[in-house]
């Protein structure tokens, strides 16, 4: 069997489960992952014939494929602004949306010399380790209060030669306030779908990624970010920021809040899918006097 032809067999087995789309995107994302070559020099080899540990790999990813497990937890790794990351079941797979707040924190501090980051509830560490890769002159910290997710983000640094401060704290719980330091920067993707939005996902997520790190109670849906702004006002540097992911029915919600609390030049940023994805805030001088 030909490389080729074994592409064409694993899209014909993915096509019924995912669609004509997904399951091309699948099996590229799949093969590209696995075959380790450039693109280009993959094409080169696609009518040569399949070696023994390619099949073995692609025999032991499809079962788990077809019964609708993320391919990046199939694979063990994916992609976040040009970074490798591992990661696998209990930790949440980063998505393409938060890329673009990493990107927006980018353009505003590329040329400062000096900043203090607080990353709340990395998971993989994807932001935090982003910011990082991209703004070396930062110290950065990343906090999470699952052991998994701890275990996973200190991996990726350690895999990507970057250092950050990782360390167990609940955002929830002030007592741990005491752990933190001061911060130019506060940024955090936390649990906002509401359990009413259950729904409106798709099973690969419903029922492999963690629970905790995406949800929340839709009679509270602002629990996260009303502790975070809490916590922010006393743990930000003068003029810091707070920079935040959110669901996008939450924005008016969100930014007021930050208002109410203290912070001026409050922004509400739209994601490449058009949709209010962030919102960001300084906290003025005077809240701190």
């Not at 991996?155 to 330091?181: R, V, W």
């Amino acid at each position: 069997m030909t490389n080729c032809q074994l592409e064409k067999q694993v899209y014909e087995q993915l096509l019924p489960v995912y669609g004509r789309n997904e399951a091309l995107s699948m099996q590229r994302f799949l093969f590209s992952a696995l075959h380790g070559k450039p693109d280009h020099e993959w094409l080169l080899h696609r009518n040569a014939e399949v070696s023994e540990a390619l099949k073995k790999q692609i025999e032991k990813a499809m079962p788990l494929l077809l019964n609708q497990m993320p391919i990046q937890y199939v694979i063990g790794k994916t992609w976040f602004y040009d970074l490798e990351l591992f990661v696998e079941p209990g930790v949440l797979i980063p998505r393409p949306e938060t890329e673009e707040l990493v990107r927006e924190i980018f353009i505003k501090h590329q040329h400062e010399k000096s900043l203090e980051i607080l990353d709340i509830g990395t998971g993989s560490g994807a932001i935090a380790l982003a910011i990082s890769s991209k703004l070396p002159f930062a110290k950065v910290s990343a906090i999470d209060f699952s052991e998994k997710a701890l275990a996973v983000s200190a991996k990726n640094a350690q895999n990507l030669n970057l250092t950050i401060n990782i360390f167990k704290a609940d955002i929830l719980n002030q007592k741990d306030y005491c752990k933190f330091g001061k911060y130019n920067i506060i940024v955090s993707n936390p649990p906002y779908v509401k359990e009413s939005e259950k729904e409106e996902m798709q099973p690969n997520v419903l029922d492999y990624e963690p629970f905790e790190a995406l949800f929340v109670s839709d009679s509270d849906p602002l629990l996260f970010y009303r502790a975070i702004t809490g916590f922010a006002a006393s743990h930000l540097l003068e003029m810091g920021e707070v920079w935040f992911e959110i669901n996008e029915s939450e924005a008016g919600n969100v930014a007021t809040l930050l208002t109410e609390s203290g912070f001026g030049n409050v922004r509400i940023y739209t994601d490449f899918k058009g949709k209010e994805r962030f919102v960001s805030g300084i906290l003025n001088v005077r809240t701190q006097e």
